[in-house]
């Protein structure tokens, strides 16, 4: 068979399973997210088995050590995973509840009711945990999901797959709803782009080339985030023991992530005292400061900064720093060279923080708060399925009600249009 | 200076007007609305001018009756649309609006604040009232707009925009929050849907045609529905005179919509007592009858349905027919050839009922009531920009609150990430 035609089918089949899901209760979808755990528990060794022949032919490849170990399934990723399955099992399910209801004049009683989204396409790289994460929140909220892995974490995600068929068959829910792509070439995530008459939503994560190329190729809606460029402003007035905790956890807790902070913006009446402090603490956790001219006018050491640096997403132990005017100057600098990731501000004036808030547009703006808090477990929506910067129908931490959508409901007694 | 680089020019313009349009308050935004009204009425004669200028033109090209009767603004379309900017300006304002606010165990406090998607872009045809009523619903809901009408309309819809973009002028907001392309050539809308840097959503109002055209080459998100094949179901022991009122009102009160039946499912059990009667109703109002095999042989002149007409939106006179066994039946027949749209069921059985309105995921599902009731307005969401019919962002009549997303907004006192 083709691999046209072998994800058409795998689309199909997801379709059918997607309307079995919709009907089914909570309490089965729980039991079979803490059945996977079971599984998972029970064919540890068989994964680990499976993990090392993807780690052999990695090593073959000569793939990176990072790629190596994020591709690795230790002990503790095991335990991640049942623990993260017990998790999404504890969460409250959206599907079916009734919001706000009205009544119009005519006596219908109108309300919107939280329905699963259908079938949803995820595609990332090599990490296998994805595979787990992934189909526990879409299984949750009551949808079918097609899983497309990194090729090089193939037998690993297979064998996790082969867990949570496993318990869907146990738990008496349709083995099709949770599908794995098992074919290395990329024809195959073409193909399943094309599925736009069976797949609701396509998640990509991993890197920018392939973020851009899924949206690219996509004839079916896709929620996604290029990248974080967060920014923190220390204003005017600002505590500055509170911006010194802040800006040093925000960019160096983990460097790597999406929501630390990458360039950092200080109003001018507060750059002469601010500055010093915190490069030295920068200094001593080897944070490199790429600055504008009055920064390294103020901080020696401090390299300076070309018009590169600041849409920059360094995801590594750098920093770009700019000392602005006024707020204005601020928020006009975010504007231009942000994501719409995530911004905070330093503040101690009302007036400021109300401002900062209702005008910069990420997906997440703080008052006196680490960037580091945009994240989906941190924010309370329980797990997170990743971060929308684009602002159609998600808007930033994607936890299970973002993978569902309303429909509306509407009682009468023989209302008719006059 | 070329289509290309027009529309670019323009997509640029907006996105400036855009973030004007975010900060500007309720007040100022109805005020800006109730002046656009003041403008029509001031410029009426100005617009029939213009819109004879367009009608000339549709005759020599010989455009159809229908399309012509779409094209001409009479004073009863001039007062509708004064009317319906008088009726968006009275709309609650949803931008900035919090919704529920909760705590984190580390004292920080989120919430969900209403802001405008940003820039959206609409595509439609011949009717130019489209132009008031979609300008209207993205200003009261802080975004820009790009109006690209047909090209039938074009002197019609540079006349209606002389008027927004003056009365913007009057209230101080930006005048490029208000854009119409002028350009004929539809390499205009293909220059449109490549600015994804620049516009955060596509619209398309029009035949299917339109729409397939607008989804295959956009990058840009898009919300739109294709067509409503809209159901009605009579179940075994409904009230046959409810369901004889709300069948005739669905299908012939105004069968040229979207909302009205194109199909009916009669349970076997009521058939034989139901078929004759709402054939006679049907035959006065010179309803055509294509049914299923038990259909025929319950009524004299019904025709024999084909495989074409079960998923077949006429948007006429005409209603497909089919007795089903039971309720099984009749979902099983929605999923496969319905469109996502309306449905209803009409029934005394509370548990069906509530099977029904469970099951059958479409954009808007009705117990004991007409479909014709899919409407912003008649659901009590105001004016409407659409129906929906994907499920992502909007599922369902779009009013102003489906222009705007949420971000989240975060209150701490030095919190950081451990």
């Given at each position: 068979m083709s691999i046209e035609s072998t994800i058409h089918e795998m689309a199909i089949a997801a379709k059918r399973a997607s309307m079995e899901m919709a009907k089914c209760s909570s309490s089965r979808k729980n039991e079979a997210l803490l059945k996977i755990a079971i599984q998972i528990r029970e064919k540890a060794s068989y994964i680990h088995e499976e993990n090392r022949k993807d780690l052999l032919r990695a090593k073959e490849l000569g793939l990176s050590e990072a790629m190596i170990d994020r591709l690795t399934i230790s002990d503790a990723t095991i335990d991640a995973m049942i623990k993260g399955l017990k998790e999404v099992a504890q969460l409250e399910d959206p599907v079916g509840t009734l919001g706000h209801t009205w009544l119009r004049p005519n006596g219908l009683q109108v309300s919107r009711m939280r329905i699963p989204l259908g079938v949803i396409g995820i595609i990332y790289e090599s990490r296998p945990n994805v595979t787990i994460d992934a189909a526990s929140l879409c299984l949750k909220a009551g949808n079918a999901v097609i899983l497309r892995g990194g090729s090089e974490a193939l037998h690993s995600n297979q064998a996790l797959a082969g867990a949570i068929n496993r318990a869907l068959q146990e738990t008496g829910?349709?083995?099709?709803?949770v599908q794995v792509v098992?074919?290395?070439?990329?024809a195959a995530v073409n193909a399943l782009l094309r599925q736009e008459e069976y797949i609701d939503l396509i998640i990509p994560r991993g890197g920018e080339g392939l973020i851009r190329f899924v949206v690219d190729n996509s004839k079916i809606p896709v929620l996604k985030h290029y990248k974080g460029v967060c920014h923190v402003y220390v204003d005017e007035g600002a505590d500055l023991k509170k911006a010194e905790k802040i800006c040093f956890n925000a960019k160096?807790?983990?460097?790597?992530?999406?929501?630390?902070?990458e360039t950092m913006l200080v109003h001018k009446s507060v750059a002469k005292e601010f500055l010093p402090i915190i490069s030295e603490r920068f200094d001593k956790a080897g944070v490199e400061i790429r600055g504008c001219p009055e920064t390294c006018r103020l901080i020696t050491g401090a390299k300076a900064a070309t018009e590169?640096?600041?849409?920059?997403?360094?995801?590594?132990l750098v920093i770009a720093l700019k000392v602005v005017d006024n707020m204005d100057q601020a928020i006009g600098h975010i504007a231009r060279?942000?994501?719409?990731?995530t911004e905070a501000i330093i503040t101690s004036d009302y007036e400021r923080a109300k401002r900062f808030v209702r005008e910069v547009d990420s997906s997440v703006v703080l008052v006196n708060?680490?960037?580091?808090?945009?994240?989906g477990g941190q924010l309370g929506?329980?797990?997170?399925i990743g971060i929308s910067t684009?602002?159609?129908?998600?808007?930033g931490p994607m936890g299970v009600e973002e993978l569902t959508t309303t429909k509306f409901v509407v009682y009468g007694d023989g209302q008719i249009r006059q």
């Open positions: 829910l349709p083995e099709k709803a098992a074919i290395r070439d990329r160096v807790q983990r460097p790597g992530v999406c929501n630390a902070m590169e640096d600041w849409p920059a997403e360094y995801l590594d060279y942000g994501s719409d990731h708060a680490s960037t580091r808090f945009n994240d929506l329980g797990a997170e684009s602002k159609l129908h998600a808007f």
